[in-house]
């Protein structure tokens, strides 16, 4: 049990579907964060919440739209993805923006077909 | 801009020890950071190093010199179960985030 909690942990996916991934976090922490990670790539950083406000987009393709309704759930909709976005989503959470430690999820898993 | 750099892969068997290096180039940051991720898993952190030298917690070391834009991860009497990927992350001055190094595959054989 890490505390931050990722549905679905695996999800395939047409280049034309819409579907959405989800985070929760049950730690008390005020800041989450998606990350997109390649095989054979190091972690990338994709956005920022701290508060429930987005304070980082970092110049990723408007075909990947988050959500933070609160600052317990975080969400990643996705609409008519590319091949290269197949990749394990993770998401994280700290205390505060930036803070040591990060704790992850389990992440998803997403392939396009 | 930030850049790390890990071995891709180290190998070893249990009860060694094994040193995973990150070397990096960035103008300045907070500290360095280790997390663990084993297959199918998510990373979990180890350790970081604000300040230069060695921080440790049971098996597994961290060290951090920032004269020499080095730092490690000490891994002692080695199990199976550390059989996992290593990454190295730095939060670098100026407001940004995190940056993380490729990560290095740690096998760890009988």
């Known amino acids: 049990e890490t505390g931050v909690t990722q549905t679905p942990r695996h999800l395939v996916m047409g280049m034309t579907n819409k579907k959405s991934l989800k985070c929760e976090q049950h730690?008390?922490?005020?800041?989450m964060y998606w990350y997109k990670q390649s095989a054979k790539k190091p972690l990338e950083l994709m956005f920022v919440y701290n508060f429930k406000e987005q304070t980082e987009n970092n110049s990723v393709p408007s075909r990947f739209s988050p959500e933070c309704p609160n600052s317990s759930h975080l969400f990643l909709h996705l609409h008519t993805l590319q091949p290269e976005d197949s990749a394990l989503y993770l998401c994280a959470s700290s205390r505060r923006v930036r803070n040591q430690p990060q704790h992850f999820g389990d992440g998803t898993r997403l392939s396009i077909l | 801009g930030q850049s790390l750099e890990q071995p891709s892969e180290v190998t070893a068997v249990e009860g060694a020890i094994v040193q995973i290096n990150c070397t990096y180039q960035?103008?300045?940051?907070?500290?360095l950071s280790w997390y663990q991720q084993h297959d199918g898993g998510a990373p979990t952190f180890l350790s970081y190093?604000?300040?230069?030298g060695l921080e440790e917690t049971g098996r597994f070391s961290s060290f951090l010199s920032r004269s020499d834009s080095y730092g490690y991860l000490l891994l002692q009497e080695l199990q199976m179960k550390d059989s996992a990927s290593y990454f190295c992350a730095v939060r670098p001055r100026g407001g940004q985030n995190f940056v993380f190094g490729p990560g290095t595959r740690l096998s760890v054989l009988p």
């Open positions: 190093n604000g300040l230069d």
């Open positions: 960035t103008s300045g940051f907070y500290g």
């Open positions: 730690l008390g922490h005020n800041a």
